[in-house]
């Protein structure tokens, strides 16, 4: 391919992803920044963990990103009895009386599945994590003695902050699958509120949903598209530098002289991002740069990206573990605050 | 009744008659000489001899021309300082005469009289003040020939009391200092109590790179540096906004630090080239000294 010819395709793929991004935004308000995060992951090829309070708006996010990216949609619920074989089958007895097996939600569509949804996940039992991890990392799934393979295959899941009865936490290992982890909040603005509280267009989400144009981006198509964006997107050798110094930052937090009120910083991190981790924070900075219009990288397109690609990734001691919402955010900011570029 | 009157009216006026002569005569009491010291001890050649003379005026003055004048009166004396000093109807005036006599045996000797004039309402009055007569001794002990003299030794110096002097000097000696780093701070060369200069430091470093054949890069180096250490943190071109609402000394500088993020964005992160990135960053810099001073 030409260098013209993948500037031009570069340059109509971004108009594409702008305006998919806008049309999410009709439908869900004041999450800006967590849609655009949904788009990076989208062209990162990343998967993504939503955690918010209940009603805030998840779902219907989720259902606009589905319909707006086009291919075939499944969601389900976690429970406490849920089987990874609900996931790939379900048996009945059909209308001749006679047991029939039929594929689950995973295999339903085949290899047309593109978003797929898992709601509560953390209601779900570790064996279900494991098969969610495998379809996550090698996008396949071995059944009925063959495998599946899902190429377009973007996993969300939704973890309530709320309720931690009967739940199950997701081991490290899994929510490091997960690019980015999304927190969804209900938004500040008063006048965003009164639209969601007052405008008869935000109560049915059924017909605000079917107002999206669907399919604004060809899901097929944007396994190839990925990786020419990774391509396309310089990381100069000072940026390099200063992302290899941000991952170090996050495991020797004291070693870059910040402190945090009473925390005893050499005890605080039990460990840091994880190489697929600060590999998957410089995927979506690319994202993000091309976004931008860019080729090349700045420090600023880590900083879009950081707390949420990284923040699921940086494991506190189990006496810190607790503060954990507290301390995080203060962590990588100021992480941010001192680690300079160039 | 009327007997007693006329008696008693005569006794009262003669008592009148009487006090009003009385304080008509106290009036015209003349000013006098009343006393001067002694000095009965002996002297050598070389001593000064104070003579204290004390003159009742009775509200009048000693005419001052009438006082001595320092100078010689004798061929033997002189007059070194005069000074007067009343109190009630009296003056006291001090003469400091110095000696110079030289005997070979004990002799005496008269001070002169003194003659002053005492004027007031009335008129003035002569007082006359006696001689003063002294005594002197040999310097050289009686019965030894002129040649036989020796010198005697040089008396050593006197000693005096250095520790006021100390007070004063050591007090002067802090109020310079103190005055002296008022000064250097108010001109920021004290980077020790004017706290971090980051934008003087740079600029010195910047000068360091002018004949180095790529200065651009290290030129946005020490910028970047210099920027971060003002703000305490890392300051990154989104990050701008918030540093000036911070640090509103540099808000003149928006522009020029919209430009120099810019230029080193381009720098560093697209591998652009760095031409006039160095005299850029210089003049930032010198400007960014200025408002940095001034904050200080």
């Known amino acids: 391919m030409s260098a013209d010819l993948k500037h031009t395709q570069l340059a109509d793929w971004r108009q594409r992803a702008l305006a998919f991004e806008r049309e999410v935004c009709k439908a869900v308000i004041g999450l800006d920044r967590p849609i655009r995060h949904i788009l990076i992951a989208v062209f990162a090829r990343g998967h993504v963990m939503l955690e918010g309070d209940v009603g805030v708006g998840k779902t219907t996010l989720l259902r606009a990103v589905a319909r707006c990216l086009g291919g075939a949609y499944e969601r389900v619920e976690g429970t406490i009895d849920l089987m990874p074989n609900d996931l790939v089958y379900h048996t009945y007895?059909?209308?001749?009386g006679k047991p029939q097996v039929d594929p689950g939600p995973v295999l339903k569509h085949g290899e047309d599945l593109s978003v797929f949804f898992f709601n509560e996940v953390n209601r779900a039992r570790p064996q279900v994590h494991s098969l969610l991890l495998r379809i996550m990392a090698e996008h396949a799934v071995s059944a009925f003695n063959r495998e599946y393979f899902f190429p377009y295959l973007q996993i969300f899941a939704d973890r309530n902050r709320v309720e931690k009865e009967e739940t199950f936490e997701i081991p490290s290992a899994a929510r490091d699958r997960f690019m980015m982890e999304l927190h969804i909040e209900t938004p500040a603005d008063p006048a965003l509120r009164c639209a969601l509280?007052?405008?008869?267009?935000?109560?049915?989400?059924?017909?605000?949903l079917d107002t999206l144009t669907p399919g604004l981006l060809p899901y097929r198509e944007i396994p190839q598209i990925?990786?020419?964006?990774?391509?396309?997107?310089?990381?100069?050798e000072t940026l390099q530098r200063y992302a290899l110094?941000?991952?170090e930052a996050t495991r020797h937090p004291a070693a870059y002289g910040l402190k945090l009120g009473d925390v005893d910083m050499d005890r605080l991190i039990l460990a840091g991002a994880s190489a697929r981790g600060v590999s998957m924070m410089m995927r979506a900075a690319r994202v993000a740069a091309w976004l931008d219009g860019r080729d090349y990288l700045v420090p600023e397109d880590i900083h879009d990206v950081f707390r949420e690609t990284i923040g699921h990734r940086i494991f506190f001691n189990p006496v810190y573990e607790l503060r954990r919402t507290a301390l995080i955010d203060e962590l990588l900011d100021g992480i941010r605050q001192r680690v300079a570029a160039p | 009744m009327r007997k007693l009157t006329l008696p008693l009216a005569s006794l009262l006026a003669v008592v009148v008659t009487f006090a009003w002569v009385l304080r008509a005569n106290d009036r015209t009491v003349p000013a006098r000489f009343e006393s001067q010291d002694g000095h009965t001890a002996t002297h050598t050649m070389g001593d000064l001899i104070t003579r204290d003379v004390v003159v009742s005026i009775h509200g009048g003055q000693i005419d001052p021309a009438s006082l001595p004048v320092p100078g010689p009166i004798t061929e033997w004396a002189e007059i070194r300082k005069v000074e007067t000093d009343s109190a009630d109807d009296r003056t006291r005036v001090r003469i400091t005469y110095q000696v110079f006599y030289g005997v070979r045996g004990p002799e005496t000797a008269e001070l002169p009289p003194l003659r002053l004039r005492v004027t007031d309402a009335g008129g003035s009055t002569l007082v006359e003040v006696p001689a003063l007569p002294v005594s002197f001794m040999p310097l050289i002990p009686p019965g030894i020939p002129d040649e036989k003299v020796t010198i005697r030794a040089t008396r050593p110096a006197e000693r005096r009391p250095f520790a006021p002097y100390g007070r004063w000097l050591s007090l002067g000696v802090g109020l310079g200092a103190v005055a002296g780093f008022y000064l250097l701070w108010l001109r920021g060369l004290l980077p020790l109590f004017s706290g971090p200069l980051p934008f003087r430091r740079a600029c010195r470093e910047l000068q360091?790179?002018?004949?180095q054949p790529s200065p651009g890069r290290a030129a946005c180096l020490i910028l970047h540096r210099a920027l971060n250490e003002t703000a305490?943190?890392?300051v990154f071109a989104n990050g701008l906004e918030a540093f000036l609402t911070r640090h509103p000394e540099f808000a003149d500088l928006r522009e020029l630090l919209d430009k120099f993020f810019a230029l080193s964005r381009q720098l560093f992160f697209a591998e652009g080239s760095d031409d006039g990135v160095y005299a850029f960053c210089l003049k930032l810099a010198r400007q960014a000294r200025r408002l940095e001073r001034r904050r200080s």
Do not use: C, T, Y
């Open chain 1, 93 to 96: 007895i059909n209308e001749h």
């Open chain 1, 197 to 208: 509280m007052f405008d008869p267009k935000f109560h049915d989400v059924d017909r605000l």
């Open chain 1, 226 to 236: 990925a990786p020419v964006i990774q391509q396309s997107v310089m990381a100069s």
């Open chain 1, 245 to 247: 110094d941000l991952w």
């Open chain 2, 208 to 211: 360091q790179l002018v004949n």
């Open chain 2, 232 to 234: 305490g943190a890392a």
